[in-house]
T-cell receptor, first 109, second 113 residues
Framework: GQNIDQPTEMTATEGAIVQINCTYQ??????LFWYQQHAGEAPTFLSY??LDGLEEKGRFSSFLSRSKGYSYLLLKELQMKDSASYLC??????????WGAGTKLIIKP | NAGVTQTPKFRILKIGQSMTLQCTQD?????MYWYRQDPGMGLKLIYY???????DKGEVPNGYNVSRSTTEDFPLRLELAAPSQTSVYFC????????????FGPGTRLTVL
């Protein structure tokens, strides 16, 4: 079956760096998204990786290794507003989206 | 630009009742989606549409129906509500297919008692 694995919860300190890992098993692969979802709100787009490597966008970076079925989201200079769930979403060969359950990130002062 | 709007924001239904969740987008997107999100779970696709007049089932379509008569509107119909349909429902849209970012509405929190 198709599956996404990511940690349920992580805790980090304001100003620090945190890496949220995601592994995926899909029938074919056509890219990986990361979305941010604050409690009680809708998901919002963060990044989309199709090729191997690191994509940097301000304080957020996303990495993909297609051969390993692995991605991570790197958040630098953490702020309290980064407290949210981070959803890893893989696209299979039919461009169907497989959504992970999300990693709840708690930022402590 | 309002983006994606959904109504209502909250609703309580009794078992066996029916209702329609409204979704409208003003970005001229071709693709629209309905998801449900249960606590601690990933989003599950209910139905999607690739354009006006075209709809297709997602992962969990049972108990729901949709229509897409215009580019802007994509209502979701719940027939004979059941407690298992208690969830948060999100409507989303994208310009083209699922390799594009999706824009989400604020969600409808539905409780079936």
């Amino acid at each position: 079956g198709q599956n996404i694995d990511q940690p349920t919860e992580m805790t980090a300190t304001e100003g620090a760096i945190v890496q949220i890992n995601c592994t995926y098993q899909t029938s074919g692969f056509n890219g990986l998204f990361w979305y941010q979802q604050h409690a009680g709100e809708a998901p919002t787009f963060l990044s989309y990786n199709v090729l191997d490597g690191l994509e940097e966008k301000g304080r957020f970076s996303s990495f993909l290794s297609r051969s390993k079925g692995y991605s991570y989201l790197l958040l630098k200079e953490l702020q309290m507003k980064d407290s949210a769930s981070y959803l890893c979403v893989a696209t299979d060969s039919n461009y169907q989206l497989i959504w992970g359950a999300g990693t709840k990130l708690i930022i402590k002062p | 630009n309002a983006g994606v709007t959904q109504t209502p924001k909250f609703r309580i239904l009794k078992i066996g009742q029916s209702m329609t969740l409204q979704c409208t987008q003003d970005m001229n997107h071709n693709y629209m989606y309905w998801y449900r999100q249960d606590p601690g779970m990933g989003l599950k696709l209910i139905y999607y549409s690739v354009g006006a007049g075209i709809t297709d089932k997602g992962e969990v379509p049972n108990g729901y129906n949709v229509s897409r008569s215009t580019t802007e509107d994509f209502p979701l119909r719940l027939e004979l509500a059941a407690p298992s349909q208690t969830s948060v429902y999100f409507c989303a849209s994208s310009y083209t297919g699922t390799y594009n970012e999706q824009f989400f509405g604020p969600g409808t929190r539905l409780t079936v008692l």
